[in-house]
């Protein structure tokens, strides 16, 4: 190693807790000098090799293909091979970071996390192609540049989990699938040799585990670090499901069509209309006591004084022409 | 200093259930002299949810409405993250697809308009930090906020997905498959349209909190999820977050919290004593607009901020 390499001297709060020894978690602090070619995992590794050989974590490939070294620094979900730590030093604009794993609840042993939950959800929607395959073809099954490029970035997804553990849906609702679990299903209902896509269709329009419980944060999309866009999938499956009519007609799917209705009749939004359409008239019942804290600070518009945009006859014209999906 | 315009598209929510977010914003830039010209002819953005049920229609409207400002040569700013991400991302995608462009100029076309691509999308703040600029802010303040540590809730769409607040040509994160031997190039997360956001460590609010002499709250959930997108669908996942984010701003002493997002804002105001209840603790927080926080500090009457149309109540006003 040449004599003029530059180095960072940065500290590493580390996250330390093995399940079947302690009974609370605590942190070990790493001092080092970093190179500007380091990589998270490269940290670990040193961790182990230089200071204490019992530190434990996942890693395989190192060339960001097999997904096991994911861990977080400071909060940021990190596949360790790929993600170079000054970037990190730039993004925090600190000399500290905080290693941890991508999730606390489910550890257990420092980096390293129980993930039986992702694979049973992940394995639920089906992540393989199901088709039947003649084992003596005359000739190959021929797919078309367009039809292999309608698999998107799904095809990239290397189940490293970022995504999973970086959703907010996942930490609050165990049954919720999660972003993974749904661009893999977009994957296999892209592939035109499929036949499982009304299957895999039906468990994900389902309220609750399914696609309609997303909250659209894009954490998911930050997280990944082989860009595949998980929530882009997402809004894909919702595509899917008004696509092939498979879309039910409950609160969730009322409340995307909802947005049609009003911006045909009134160019804008109407809130109080869109709540009411979509929950239904005793459903929307729910909402009183917070409809009349509003009505009483002035925050609800009368169906009389609703707003509408200038020009509406131009909005109508487009909605009536671009509308491509039927409810 | 040439005299600052823009085309202001102020969503739906500011004109039905935030009234109180367009006065506050029209009562800011009055005082700041930004002139403001509205878009009443746009539409709705579709809100993220629109685009679930028919992808094209919410293109061309989105484009629709960045056409009117176009039209006058201004560029366009927003005061509703998700109005901010669903423009973003209609311009982003048509300004890289000729064809998608074509396919949406020909709806368009109807109506007698163009989409161009000419008007930059911003959503307000940014244009007080990069154009107006927070060093003169700071001089404009006659109500320093002195005595309050006020929390910066920052909004997803504002923020993420940063491959849209990427700079223009820079490939940030990516140092190649497995290998750092390229080494790091500084280029760092960086906002296209919003300026120089970070995702992970965003600064921009606390900067403002700052400049108008008040104290940010460091706090975890400045940079998550309200849950508003699936309010009606899964309200329990939607308090739950929207509970989290409230307590740990309590728990770190806020007085008060900020929100650029009015969506975000219904969510930890109006929906507090729900909130509340799912979280088993009591909730009192006073959430402002961020043109109301500016407002305040700059000595604009509370009543031209529209303070009484807010519902968890700022008794220190």
Redesign the interface.
């Known amino acids: 190693m040449s004599s003029e390499r530059i180095t960072k001297k940065l500290t590493f709060k580390t996250f330390r807790f093995n399940a079947e020894t302690d009974f609370l978690p605590y942190f070990k602090t790493y001092e080092m000098e970093v190179g500007?070619?380091?990589?998270v995992l490269?940290i670990l590794n040193r961790i182990k090799w230089e200071f204490d050989g019992s530190f434990s974590y996942r890693r395989s490939?190192?060339?960001?293909?097999c997904g096991s070294c994911s861990i977080k620094v400071?909060?940021?979900p990190v596949l360790s091979?790929?993600?170079?730590v000054?970037?990190l030093v730039?993004?925090?604009?600190t000399d500290t970071l905080l290693l941890e794993p991508q999730s606390r609840k489910r550890v257990v042993k420092d980096m390293i996390i129980d993930k039986k939950d992702f694979w049973k959800k992940h394995s639920e929607l089906k992540p393989w192609l199901e088709a039947e395959i003649d084992e003596h073809p005359k000739e190959e099954i021929r797919i078309s540049p367009h039809e292999a490029e309608q698999l998107l970035e799904a095809d990239y997804c290397i189940q490293c989990g970022n995504c999973y553990y970086a959703c907010?849906?996942v930490e609050?609702?165990e049954e919720y699938f999660g972003p993974a679990q749904f661009a893999k299903a977009y994957r296999f209902n892209a592939d035109v040799r499929d036949n499982a896509k009304t299957e895999r269709l039906e468990k994900v329009r389902e309220?609750?585990p399914g696609v309609?419980?997303?909250?659209?944060?894009?954490?998911c999309?930050?997280a990944c670090?082989k860009?595949v866009?998980p929530?882009g999938k997402i809004?894909k499956l919702?595509?899917q499901l008004?696509e092939e009519g498979l879309a039910q007609d409950?609160?969730?799917?009322r409340?995307?069509?909802?947005?049609?209705h009003?911006?045909a009749k009134h160019?804008?939004?109407d809130?109080g209309e869109l709540?009411r359409y979509?929950?239904g008239t005793l459903g929307v019942m729910k909402h009183l006591?917070?409809a009349i804290?509003?009505y009483r600070?002035?925050?609800?518009?009368m169906p009389w004084n609703m707003?509408k945009?200038?020009?509406l006859d131009?909005?109508k014209?487009?909605?009536k022409?671009?509308?491509?999906?039927k409810? | 200093m040439a005299e600052l315009k823009y085309a202001l598209y102020t969503g739906c929510t500011a004109r039905e259930s935030t009234p109180e977010l367009l006065m506050s914003t029209l009562a800011v830039a009055k005082k700041l002299g930004i002139e403001l010209v509205l878009l009443d002819e746009a539409s709705c953005c579709g809100a993220s949810h629109l685009q679930d049920f028919d992808d094209f229609l919410s293109l061309v409207l989105n484009a629709r409405n960045i056409c009117y400002a176009e039209k006058q040569g201004l560029d366009m700013v927003t005061i509703c993250n998700t109005c901010q991400l669903n423009t973003v991302m209609t311009k982003e995608r048509l300004d890289s697809d000729e064809n998608l462009k074509s396919e949406v100029n020909e709806k368009l076309a109807e109506v007698g308009l163009e989409y161009k691509g000419s008007s930059s999308v911003r959503h307000f703040l940014y244009a007080i930090i990069d154009d107006y600029g927070l060093e003169k802010l700071a001089e404009q303040v006659v109500k320093p906020l002195d005595d309050f540590n006020v929390a910066a809730f920052y909004g997803c769409h504002n923020i993420r997905p940063s491959h849209l607040h990427r700079k223009q040509g820079g490939v940030a994160a990516d140092v190649g498959e497995g290998g750092g031997e390229e080494g790091f190039e500084s280029v760092g997360l960086m906002s296209k349209y919003n300026g120089g956001e970070n995702p992970y460590n965003p600064t921009s609010l606390d900067r403002i909190i700052e400049a108008l002499r008040g104290k940010s709250v460091d706090y975890e959930s400045k940079n998550k999820c309200c849950g508003f997108h699936a309010d009606l669908q899964a309200p329990h996942t939607a308090h739950k977050l929207t509970g989290t984010a409230l307590l740990d701003a309590i728990d770190n002493n806020a007085d008060m919290m900020v929100t650029p997002c009015p969506l975000c804002h219904l969510n930890m105001d109006v929906k507090q004593g729900a909130v509340a209840k799912e979280m088993g603790r009591d909730i009192k927080l006073p959430i402002l607009h961020l043109p109301q926080l500016i407002g305040l500090a700059l000595g604009i009457d509370p009543k031209e901020l529209g303070l009484q149309h807010n519902v968890s109540e700022p008794a220190f006003v």
Do not use: Y
């Open positions: 500007k070619d380091e990589l490269d490939c190192r060339h960001g293909i400071n909060g940021k091979c790929k993600q170079n000054w970037e730039e993004i925090f604009d907010p849906v609050v609702n309220m609750g309609w419980d997303c909250v659209k944060c894009f954490e999309a930050e670090p860009d866009d929530i809004t919702h595509n008004f409950n609160v969730a799917t409340h995307a069509v909802g947005f049609k009003s911006i160019g804008l939004l809130e709540v979509s929950e006591p917070e804290a509003m600070k002035g925050k609800i518009v707003p945009s200038e020009k131009e909005i014209t487009l909605v022409s671009s509308s491509k999906v409810f």
